[in-house]
């Protein structure tokens, strides 16, 4: 029998590790912009030009006062507020009708933030391709 003459090796090999981490390094690159969620929106500029909406089609103009209630604005002005589902209902019924209807969300500006945000979530929901903001000029 004969026995081998080799010393054992001490060293660690890292190569292979550094290749591991490379790759997780790539993987969490790709995936990290899909993490984030949100609401698609335009945010303004300084200077807001007119919305382009067809010359005859009347907006859908939804609005929510400073205590939360709904209002739907359409030829005629509402003056009692709405439930959000009935508003919804309304605004899907509209839409099934004339589906290039443009849908503005117009909001006081002591309401919350996340409620204009649900609003415009559930206005898509209803089946608004886009939904859009009123504001006044300062």
Same mark, same amino acid.
Do not use: C, H, W
């Given at each position: 029998?004969?026995? *081998?003459?080799?010393?054992? %090796? *001490?060293?660690?090999?890292?190569?292979?590790?550094?290749?591991?981490?490379?790759?997780? !390094?790539?993987?969490?690159?790709?995936?990290?912009? %899909?993490?984030?969620?949100?609401?698609?929106?335009?945010?303004?500029? !300084?200077?807001?030009?007119?919305?382009?909406?067809?010359?005859?089609?009347?907006?859908?103009?939804?609005?929510?006062?400073?205590?939360?209630?709904?209002? !739907?604005?359409?030829? $005629? $002005? $509402?003056?009692?507020?709405?439930?959000?589902?009935?508003?919804?209902?309304?605004? $899907?019924?509209?839409?099934?009708?004339?589906?290039?209807? *443009?849908?503005?969300?117009?909001?006081?500006?002591?309401?919350?933030?996340?409620?204009?945000?649900?609003?415009? *979530?559930?206005?898509?929901?209803?089946?608004?391709?886009?939904?859009?903001?009123?504001?006044?000029?300062?």
């Amino acid at each position: 029998m004969s026995r *081998s003459k080799r010393k054992p %090796m *001490s060293d660690i090999n890292v190569v292979p590790y550094i290749d591991v981490m490379l790759v997780l !390094l790539i993987i969490f690159m790709v995936t990290a912009p %899909m993490m984030t969620q949100g609401i698609k929106i335009d945010l303004p500029q !300084l200077e807001a030009g007119p919305v382009d909406t067809e010359k005859n089609s009347e907006p859908i103009v939804v609005s929510i006062n400073s205590s939360g209630g709904y209002f !739907l604005e359409m030829s $005629s $002005s $509402s003056e009692k507020p709405m439930e959000l589902d009935d508003l919804l209902q309304s605004v $899907s019924a509209i839409l099934e009708q004339k589906p290039a209807t *443009s849908v503005l969300v117009r909001g006081d500006k002591n309401v919350a933030y996340g409620a204009v945000v649900s609003l415009m *979530s559930a206005l898509q929901i209803a089946g608004a391709n886009g939904v859009g903001l009123i504001t006044e000029d300062p």
